[in-house]
Every structure is written in structure tokens, then in C-alpha cells.
């Protein structure tokens, strides 16, 4: 059964992954929705359900910005991480969906 509130969209940014230390890695989405994403990340520090991170989006067309959002660890797979988002409030909401207005 299905659990997500959110339909994923496939989309590939580059992002980088802040954690609560300050170390900060780069990787790609694989899907993004309105609650949060997955990114693709195999060799990266260890992580648990339920940690903090920091996600920056990193030169988001049309105005080549940066954009950060405050997520937690929501599952762990042997390709990658999802995310939610937390703390969103309505600019948020905003950027993820021009984010996913302009897709094709």
C-alpha cells in the first residue's frame, strides 16, 4: 500500500546535504514532491531515521539561486536517502512548487 501524502515527480538537481556538524556532501535527486525528496547517495556518512539535515538546492532555474530546506531522515535504502521536509512554511512550499511547475 501506498503511504506517501505527496506525489513524486522524477526530477535531477544537484544538491548538497548539510548535516547538524556543519559537513556537507554533494548528490542528486532522483524524485521531489511537495513533502520532500530522494537523493542518491551511496558512500556518504552514516545516517539515521529521523536525523536532521540541511538541504540546499543548488542553482535552481529560471534565476540560477540557491535554496535551503530543513529535512529529517525518513528511510534509508542501499541507493540513497528520503528525506521530509520539516519547518516548511509557505515560501517553501513556493520554491518546490516552481520547482515542479517547470518541469516538462
Same mark, same amino acid.
Given at each position: 500500500?501506498?503511504?506517501?501524502?505527496?506525489?513524486?515527480?522524477?526530477?535531477? *538537481?544537484?544538491?548538497?546535504?548539510?548535516?547538524?556538524?556543519?559537513?556537507?556532501?554533494?548528490?542528486?535527486?532522483?524524485?521531489?514532491?511537495?513533502?520532500?525528496?530522494?537523493?542518491?547517495?551511496?558512500?556518504?556518512?552514516?545516517?539515521?531515521?529521523?536525523?536532521?539535515?540541511?538541504?540546499?538546492?543548488?542553482?535552481?532555474?529560471?534565476?540560477?539561486?540557491?535554496?535551503?530546506?530543513?529535512?529529517?531522515?525518513?528511510? *534509508?535504502?542501499?541507493?540513497?536517502?528520503?528525506?521530509?521536509?520539516?519547518?516548511?512554511?509557505?515560501?517553501?512550499?513556493?520554491?518546490?512548487?516552481?520547482? *515542479?511547475?517547470?518541469?516538462?
Amino acid at each position: 500500500m501506498e503511504k506517501r501524502k505527496h506525489r513524486r515527480n522524477r526530477v535531477h *538537481l544537484d544538491v548538497d546535504l548539510v548535516y547538524p556538524g556543519g559537513e556537507k556532501i554533494r548528490v542528486k535527486t532522483r524524485d521531489l514532491s511537495i513533502g520532500g525528496l530522494f537523493v542518491e547517495a551511496t558512500d556518504i556518512e552514516p545516517l539515521k531515521e529521523g536525523d536532521p539535515l540541511t538541504i540546499i538546492f543548488l542553482s535552481i532555474p529560471p534565476q540560477g539561486i540557491t535554496y535551503s530546506i530543513k529535512a529529517k531522515v525518513q528511510r *534509508l535504502t542501499q541507493n540513497g536517502i528520503a528525506v521530509t521536509f520539516i519547518d516548511f512554511g509557505l515560501e517553501d512550499l513556493q520554491f518546490i512548487d516552481s520547482i *515542479l511547475s517547470s518541469l516538462p
